[in-house]
């Protein structure tokens, strides 16, 4: 019962902002990495930007220095501040975790079900 739900995608024109966020809930045990991707039809899913439990961050290079991924530990929730948007960042974007589900006491990645973004030029 590990959910991840998201939230914030939306129509924004060339240059301006969006901030994604992705709460997970459910019986967590812990959570280690969490990660932001995207995909537009007919490409492979990539990865947009990640955090460690600790706090270290990797980018994409296409969004480095535009995007900011951080996390609330106390909330279970990851967040992706988007700036400076691009028509190319246009695409569903996915939030990502690696969680330990406490009723099955098991690792796994759970995937959020996507949220639009689309970049108007």
């Known amino acids: 019962q590990v959910q991840l739900v998201e939230s914030g995608g939306g129509l924004v024109q060339a240059g301006g902002s969006l901030r994604l966020s992705c709460a997970a809930s459910?019986?967590?045990?812990?959570?280690?990495?969490m990660g932001w991707y995207r995909q537009t039809p007919g490409k492979q899913r990539e990865l947009v930007a990640g955090?460690?439990?600790?706090?270290?961050?990797n980018y994409a290079d296409s969004v480095k220095g535009r995007f900011t991924i951080s996390r609330d530990n106390a909330k279970n929730t990851a967040y992706l501040q988007m700036n400076s948007l691009k028509p190319e960042d246009t695409a569903v974007y996915f939030c990502?975790?690696?969680?330990?589900?406490?009723?099955?006491?098991?690792?796994?990645?759970?995937w959020g079900q996507g949220t639009q973004v689309t970049v108007s030029s």
């Open positions: 955090i460690t439990s600790g706090g270290t961050t």
């Open positions: 990502n975790a690696f969680i330990r589900n406490s009723l099955v006491y098991s690792w796994a990645n759970y």
């Open positions: 459910g019986t967590i045990s812990s959570i280690n990495t």
